[in-house]
């Protein structure tokens, strides 16, 4: 089963993949991959593979998407081509957020990143895992935590490709937290834990409905989601269709970067902290999670 996907230019999609994989720093941590060719991912429901490959060019993006599973219904099929869409972020225009930054000094990274995109998160269950155990945490550690979970807990699926299905309440609800320590997550243990037992299946339906600040304190709920992982899960999320970037899930590494770019002084994190996001919403304002990320990918 073969489809065809034209996205919104400018869209680099090696460059993309690139990044986004760069970051992660380990292969194994997600439901997807990319072999140098072509995208992988997986999905629970329905129950597939997906493959893609870029077959157009930035500035005419074009993507051929393949699916792989026992059945799937038409009406399934346009689910699973939606998802590539939102997480591949193919119908998404930059140029707004281009047009700002031309004002300021990340002119120069955008020009040099121009068709970079942010892979979603595969559900918000996995992004607030993966928030949880990014707390004062190098991103290599957290990846092999995250990978850890993944493994020991979660389901795979091989039809193309051996992945691991995202992650779900249920694969964690059976997991103690002795168990969890094994891969030293240490006090986000419990929170993991916590977080399973008390996600409601409905949650993100109704997450995609509110505005940012009310789904924010929604998160917050959860034992261990502060306002950094709360933040952080929703830049991974959609709001009506559309992704969220009026969020600024900035922590200690990406401030550093974020306030040399921008020439903020201040030695005091936390107050370094309020001017960077400061400083975001005046020049971005609801694209501010863009330059947070071209910010960080700046870095790759």
Known sequence: MRFE???????????????????????????????????????????????????????????????FADRLSSRE????????????????????????????????????????????FNGLFNAIVLG???????????????SFVSERYGKRIEHKKPLYLPLSPEDLQKAGIEDLKEGKLGYRAKYIQGLAENFDKTLERRIELMSTERAKKELMRFDGVGNYTA??????????????????????????IYADIF????????????????HAEEHFGPLMGLAFWYVMMSTF
């Open 5 to 67: 996907i034209e996205g919104k230019p400018p869209y680099d999609f090696y460059l993309t993949m690139e990044k986004n994989f760069a970051i992660r720093r380990s292969e194994r941590a997600f439901g997807d991959t990319f072999d140098g060719k072509k995208y992988f991912f997986a999905l629970r429901e329905p129950l597939c593979e997906a493959e893609v490959s870029f077959t157009g060019r930035p500035e005419e993006p074009v993507f051929e998407v393949e699916l």
């Open 77 to 120: 099929e346009g689910r699973v081509l939606k998802k590539a869409s939102m997480l591949l972020g193919v119908d998404e225009s930059l140029e707004q957020f281009y047009a700002l930054a031309e004002r300021t000094e990340l002119r120069e990274t955008t020009e040099r990143l121009r068709g970079l995109h942010m892979i979603q």
């Open 132 to 146: 949880i155990l990014l707390q004062n945490a190098p991103v290599k550690r957290s990846m092999e935590m995250f």
């Open 231 to 256: 933040e952080f899960a929703l830049f991974g999320s959609t709001h009506r269709g559309k992704r969220r970037y009026d969020v600024f899930p900035i922590d200690s590494w990406s401030l550093g």
């Open 263 to 278: 020439s903020i002084r201040e030695e005091k994190r936390e107050k370094a902290k309020a001017l960077c996001r400061k």
